[in-house]
C-alpha cells in the first residue's frame, strides 16, 4: 500500500534524485503537483533486504 506524502517545499529534480538515493531500496514517485508516493518493495526485493541487513 503506496503512502503518499504533501511535502512543505517543492523538490528540484536534483533534490529527488539525491532524497530517492538515500532511500534506498524504497520505490520514491513525485507526483506532478510535488506530492511524493512511497512504495514499499514486495516479495523477494523484501528477503533480499533483510538477508542484506541482517534481522
Known sequence: MPVT???L???TDHQFLVFSR???PL???R???GDLV???PT???VSAIIA???V
Do not use: D, K, T
Request: aromatic share 4%.
Open 27 to 29: 520505490r520514491l514517485e
Open 52 to 54: 542484506e541487513i541482517g
Open 9 to 11: 517545499q517543492f523538490m
Open 5 to 7: 506524502i504533501h511535502p
Open 38 to 40: 512511497i512504495r514499499i
Open 22 to 24: 538515500s532511500n534506498r
Open 31 to 33: 507526483e506532478v503537483n
Open 43 to 45: 516479495g523477494s526485493e
